[in-house]
């Protein structure tokens, strides 16, 4: 089934969370009409188009903050809520090759397959799809903002591979010896490979494409608001630490 899980509940308290940040875009805080774009939508019960327009809200005014899909039928005269989920303003910036367009139902959320480099895979829901929709083409390369949110966030002392297979030590003692370097072991005489620093990306069995276990070293920590509290926010690569979350992108300006 389509939809955005748990997002607000890896923010806090899903019974605070939510409503405070629809408050804000709602109520009295300081909104952002962030982006408008035309829509024709398809209805899957009568079959029957029609023309919509498509308005995203942002607020506040923070590196994270909620945006909120709202879309207006001018055939019947209604403003209609239809999505909301938490926004990233900035991220880091990547070349990614789209590989499959994974559109929902509404027409206006997707998730993307996409390649990165030569191979390598990944997969995100894009936060403005409903802008950038048009410009896409399955096979073609564009520059996203990629950002995660952490569900769980721990810190943890990766173990090191230990190799213990005599005819595996051998054949890297010989691999060692043609370029006239010995082979480091350790005082059991088995190879030993530090996995201290490494970053790791898994996949999560049973989850959505965007939802991963990430794992790296944290650069640096600083803060945001978020309900009146402050929230922490991390940058990859001295401690160790291990999170299981969900990225999100949009195409670059």
Not at 2 to 18: A, P, S, T
Not at 193 to 200: K, P
């Amino acid at each position: 089934m389509e939809g955005h899980g748990n997002h607000w509940g890896c923010l806090g308290d899903k019974k605070e969370v939510f409503p405070h940040f629809l408050g804000l875009i709602y109520g009295d805080g300081k909104t952002e009409i962030f982006k408008a774009a035309k829509h024709s939508f398809k209805d899957p019960e009568t079959g029957r188009s029609r023309d919509e327009t498509v308005l995203s809200m942002v607020a506040p005014d923070t590196d994270l903050a909620a945006l909120v899909l709202s879309v207006t039928n001018q055939e019947e005269k209604e403003i209609k809520f239809q999505s909301t989920y938490p926004f990233a303003r900035v991220g880091a910036r990547y070349p990614i090759t789209i590989a499959k367009i994974q559109e929902w139902e509404n027409g206006i959320e997707a998730r993307i397959d996409g390649v990165f480099g030569d191979k390598a895979s990944l997969g995100f829901f894009d936060t403005l799809y409903h802008v950038n929709k048009d410009k896409y083409e399955e096979g073609k390369t564009y520059e996203f903002d990629l950002a995660g949110v952490a569900y769980r966030l721990k810190v943890i002392e990766p173990e090191p591979i230990v190799i213990t297979d005599p005819e595996v030590i051998a054949r890297h003692r010989k691999s060692w010896a043609e370029i006239g370097e010995e082979l480091i072991t350790n005082k059991d005489g088995a190879i030993e490979i530090s996995m201290d620093g490494a970053a790791i990306l898994d996949s999560l069995e049973g989850c959505a494409i965007s939802d991963f276990a990430f794992r790296a070293r944290v650069r640096a920590v600083s803060s945001f608001r978020l309900g009146g509290a402050d929230g922490p926010r991390c940058k990859r690569d001295p401690d160790n630490y291990r999170r299981s979350g969900v990225r999100g992108a949009h195409l670059c300006d």
